[in-house]
């Protein structure tokens, strides 16, 4: 619509090797992602080739340890190579976020032996993660999961309903949280459970407003033998295991929730300085330029916000108040920019020609995924004032 080029983020990259990265994530975005993200998500396709050359690229394991095939990038640098697959398209941000989750039990809890078996090929081998904590009737309240894991000699016999499960039915592998003791968060462990054990089954994809290319699965476990030799960490552990990994993986979400706003900024601000109305662009008038340019600044906060928690978790530092902050803040922040962004674009915006109503429908869900936003406050909450009185 207009004749301006495209602004790129200015990104301040700690290294030349992070900026020749980011570079290269630009550059597959573009080729492999935006020219069929529209038609592919309208199509509900899971783009598993994309996965494999990010893979192959050594961008699916970014943060992790390059002993194990990781990238050995420190998370201010991985979150913004993600922001950057999100704005291009989420199915594949959010899907690379999902993933470097379940790569985090086996990386940071699993024994030297696990890491040496498993890592390489979750890391740059080509495979697929999924994770596995929330079921039908627990979700915000996980502790109360109730999927089972029995010993039995050297193996676990898992049974239970997983739910919402991101690459559900398509995962290689699945890190998976079940009940093997007491109740409550302490009786929870966690376990590495390849994608095709006999007696895991995928049912059909849930039917989503938004992210139709990312499978959204419920999994059922029918007695599934795993190994003990697949078992992470200790018994019992399983849930502070989950917890670490949720604080990593709310920073992903905040990440992939300012790549989806950037997009629709981009989008706005391109179709108001193209349109013309009463002679001149649109972008003239004041009430658009100030929608405009609070599209901006909410960016902008979103992503000092995250990458504050990001440099915080990088010097080995508490973040988890700093990640609820960062996840609450950047995912409200891309509902209310996609909203205006349709607003902008006006009757366009809500038509399929143009992108910014599927990324509005694809905000919604940002707010929801990996603890909603409410969650999210009483996490921030109890940082401040303790825990709630009971």
């Known amino acids: 619509m207009s004749d301006r080029a495209p602004q790129l983020v200015e990104r301040r990259l700690p290294t030349e090797e992070s900026r020749q990265l980011i570079a290269l994530v630009r ?25 494999t050359l990010l893979s192959e690229s050594g961008l699916l394991g970014l943060p992790y340890d390059s002993a194990h095939g990781g990238g050995d990038q420190p998370y201010e640098v991985y979150l913004q190579a993600l922001e950057e697959l999100a704005a291009a398209r989420l199915t594949v941000g959010l899907g690379v976020s999902v993933h470097s989750l379940a790569c985090h039990a086996v990386a940071g809890y699993g024994t030297k032996e696990q890491q040496a078996e498993h890592l390489p090929e979750m890391l740059g081998g ?81 039917k989503k407003m938004g992210m139709k290319g990312s499978p959204t699965a419920q999994l059922h476990f029918d007695g599934v033998r795993v190994p003990d030799a697949r078992r992470i960490g200790d018994e019992g552990q399983g849930f502070a295991i989950a917890l670490s990994a949720l604080d990593s993986g709310r920073l992903g979400i905040a990440a992939c929730a300012v790549g989806v706003a950037q997009a629709a900024m981009n989008e706005a601000v391109d179709y108001a300085t193209g349109r013309k109305q009463f002679g001149r662009p ?45 996840k609450l803040f950047c995912t409200d922040a891309a509902m209310r920019v996609t909203i205006d962004a349709v607003q902008v674009l006006g009757g366009y915006g809500y038509t399929l020609d143009f992108p910014v109503e599927r990324l509005m429908r694809e905000a919604k869900v940002l707010q929801i995924v990996e603890g909603t936003n409410q969650i999210q406050r009483m996490v921030i909450a109890r940082h401040l004032a303790g825990p709630e009185t009971r």
Do not use: N
């Open 282 to 326: 649109i972008a003239d008038f004041q009430g658009l330029r100030f929608m405009l340019a609070d599209m901006a600044t909410q960016i902008e906060a979103g992503r000092a916000l995250y990458l504050e928690a990001a440099r915080l978790r990088d010097a080995g530092s508490p973040f988890s108040r700093q990640a609820a902050m960062a």
């Open 27 to 51: 550059d597959i975005a573009q080729r492999e992602i935006v020219p069929r993200a529209a038609e592919e998500e309208d199509a509900g396709r899971f783009p598993r080739e994309v996965f």
């Open 126 to 206: 080509g495979l697929l993660g999924a994770y596995c904590l929330s079921e039908p009737a627990s979700g915000s309240d996980a502790a109360s999961l109730r999927t089972k894991a029995v010993r039995d000699g050297e193996d676990w016999v898992i049974t239970g309903t997983k739910a919402w499960i991101t690459h559900g039915g398509v995962a290689d592998f699945y890190t998976v949280l079940a009940r093997t003791g007491v109740e409550g968060p302490r009786g929870i462990t966690a376990f590495l459970v390849p994608g095709d054990a006999a007696g895991l089954s995928a049912a059909a994809p849930e």
